[in-house]
């Protein structure tokens, strides 16, 4: 084997960051981590239950519950509903047939 040409080969593997299982691999590149594997995905597992690395989820609740709480506030009476929204600059400008 040819000295010095070849790159440094390491065998400490994949980390999943959800479950922390260690998949040993042997790869060139160091420090691999993964956010779901085959032991923790919801496919493999059988479990239903939604996989949410980037808080997509709790954003999506938290304005569902704002919205829900404005809905409630003018349903009582206590909030105006928004205005409509502005009419576009063009619209303004050449009429709605712009
Ligand atoms: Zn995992």
Known sequence: MRQNIHP???TEGIVCTTCGTRWN???????L???????CH????GE???????GQV?????RLSQTQN??????????????APKKS???ELYGDDA
């Open 89 to 91: 600059l063009l619209k």
């Open 42 to 45: 919801p496919f493999y597992t």
């Open 70 to 83: 404005r809905q409630a506030e003018i349903a009582k009476g206590k909030t105006k509903p928004e205005p």
């Open 58 to 62: 709790d954003r999506f609740m938290k």
């Open 8 to 10: 440094k080969v390491n």
């Open 33 to 39: 981590r993964v956010e779901i594997c085959a032991n």
């Open 48 to 54: 239903q239950r939604i996989v949410d690395t980037a």
């Open 25 to 31: 691999i042997t790869t060139t590149r160091n420090n």
